[in-house]
């Protein structure tokens, strides 16, 4: 199984960024994927996750109206649009696969995790 993220990198508060999140479609396909956020010093977090369809998508209220999740199957991938950043959201950045087809904001929801890539915001 794998997961790998790209995208990552140095943008400007209030630009955009996308980043993505290329899966095997044999083991992602039928299961939810999430993003998911860790900033130095803090625990990890939950920032968007879409069911197997794509049709029903969950945001953190951290993040609802800037960032928008979805993803296309027929191209194994998941994506994260990420417009008007903050600062505060400088971390790296995780892509997982779901144990269901249901979203879910709990990391322990997630069997497979991609490596990270890093998004920094400056002011």
């Known amino acids: 199984v794998q997961l790998q993220a790209s995208g990552g990198g140095l943008v400007q508060a209030g630009g955009s960024l996308r980043l993505s999140c290329a899966a095997s479609?044999?083991?992602?396909?039928?299961?939810?994927m999430g993003w998911f956020r860790q900033a130095p010093g803090k625990e990890r977090e939950f920032v968007a996750a879409?069911?197997?369809?794509?049709?029903?998508?969950i945001t953190a209220d951290s993040v609802k109206g800037r960032f928008t999740i979805s993803r296309d199957n027929a191209r194994g991938t998941l994506y994260l649009d990420m417009n008007s950043p903050k600062p505060e959201d400088t971390a790296v950045y995780y892509c997982?696969?779901?144990?269901?087809?249901?979203?879910?904001?709990?990391?322990?929801?997630?069997?497979?995790w991609g490596q990270g890539t890093l998004v920094t915001v400056s002011s």
């Open positions: 997982a696969v779901a144990r269901h087809p249901v979203p879910s904001g709990r990391s322990e929801n997630y069997r497979y």
């Open positions: 479609r044999r083991t992602s396909s039928n299961n939810a």
């Open positions: 879409v069911d197997w369809r794509g049709g029903n998508s």
